[in-house]
């Protein structure tokens, strides 16, 4: 665990840490005295720790914003009080006034309190008490730095759980309906053209009737593999249920769209799949493609739709082929272009 510690005050304030932090391999440790500067580091490069000095200009206001972030309230914040009117307080009134101060601190957003003492109006022990102090609240935070790290990548590893297809390994129709309204808003925020294929593999249920379904499982996932190598880098395919897929072709105009159909319906149909030493089948896909407009909605349930209907239209021509949706400003209606 690469351990890093935000340092919100002064050099001075820093020598009077605990050798253990400011000298050591062992922690990453960065000293900021800017509230602004802080609060970007923080946002950029999360520290598992942050160690704030309370007389700096900006401490408290630090410990309140980070409590009401909601994705950065899991860093550890300890607030160090030797602000000398507080110090002088507690000195005269005693551990009321000292509870009193830290539950204050702790409700505008500390996680740990402690009172910073001056080396020299202390003897060594309760130096050494307030080091220990200091060093088992770092501790703390430590330990839950990395309860927070082990559940991001449980959290991870569930996602991807969630939105992979078990049989394929491909993106899921639950991973489409989470990627496809992301993909329009960034199309439409970079003013970028964007399109989708839908495509079917022809007669499938036949491959299945004749030669069972684990002869039809593997089929499949011998097509996603051969789709996978022939997508380029900004394509992402999902599987959207049975034997049909959907791409997602960012920055890619429907004339594009075309053409990438046809390419992958001749890749497809050019070489037949070994399914093993004595089994090969020929298979064919049939595809339709649509481009992003500016009617769509958000969801791009329309979208999904106009390359539906291109398959379709693909499968009642014969199969085996590839239609576009095109949009022509020219008319006042929308027309198919076929492969």
Sequence with gaps: MNISILVFGSNNFLTTLPDQICYTSAFSVEV???LDQAISRIQITPPDVILVQASLDGSMEL????KDQTKLSWIYCILFEDRPQQLADRNMYGWQRELEMTAAALKQGADAYIWQLHENKIDSKASTTNHQLILAQLTVGLRKAQKYRD????????SAIALADSLTEM???RALEWDLPRQIKKSRTQRESMSLIILDVDYFKKVNDTYGHLIG?????????RLRHNLRFQDTAFRYGGEEFVILLAHTTG???LGVARRLNRIVSEQPFALNNKLTINITISLGTASLEAEDDDQGESLLYRADQCLL???AAGRNRAIGWEYSSHVSH???VSS
């Design 151 to 158: 559940l991001m990548r449980t959290n991870d590893l569930l």
């Design 313 to 315: 239209q693909a499968k």
């Design 32 to 34: 900021i005295t800017n």
């Design 63 to 66: 410990c309140c914003w980070l």
């Design 171 to 173: 993106n899921n129709r």
């Design 255 to 257: 004339e594009e769209a």
């Design 217 to 225: 499982d593997r089929l499949l996932q011998l097509l996603c593999t």
């Design 334 to 336: 929308l027309k198919a």
